[in-house]
């Protein structure tokens, strides 16, 4: 169980359970902006975007993955981020994200806006984008 200045954090994936253990912090991006999460925060549910996932682990390793959208739950001195992918930076491939952005950015000039083809190719953009930047590639 997490102790006085940790958090047990669990990172869940449709492939199943990516990481659990305690944690100093973890940081992640939120629909509304970055969010930080330490020992002891108040309950939180909130939607998450496409972003690098940072824990901080205790004696100071950071643990990254490129996070996909999902969802943040704090309760309870416990953190549970559920996304549709979390992945390490050396499992990124920068051709085929790069190829994932120009296949979104494609169909999104051809779905009219308001439309779910265009947010579907809107989310995909952003989720490639931002998995580009945790391969530390996009800027």
Do not use: C
Not at 19 to 40: C, K, M, P, Y
Not at 48 to 73: K, N, Y
Not at 102 to 111: H, I, N, Y
């Amino acid at each position: 169980m997490a102790g006085g200045n940790t958090l047990r954090a669990r990172v869940l994936t449709p492939e199943g359970e990516v990481f659990a253990g305690d944690v100093e912090q973890l940081s992640t991006r939120t629909a509304v902006g970055e969010i930080g999460v330490l020992a002891n925060h108040v309950p939180v549910l909130a939607r998450l975007r496409p972003t690098e996932l940072r824990l901080h682990m205790p004696g100071g390793e950071i643990q990254r993955w490129a996070q996909a959208e999902g969802w943040l739950q704090v309760f309870a001195n416990q953190a549970t981020v559920l996304v549709g992918e979390a992945m390490a930076p050396d499992q990124l491939d920068e051709a085929s994200l790069r190829e994932r952005v120009a296949d979104a950015e494609a169909r999104l000039e051809e779905a009219e806006e308001g439309t779910g083809a265009y947010a579907l190719a809107e989310r995909d953009r952003d989720r490639a984008e931002a998995f580009l930047k945790v391969a530390g590639a996009g800027d």
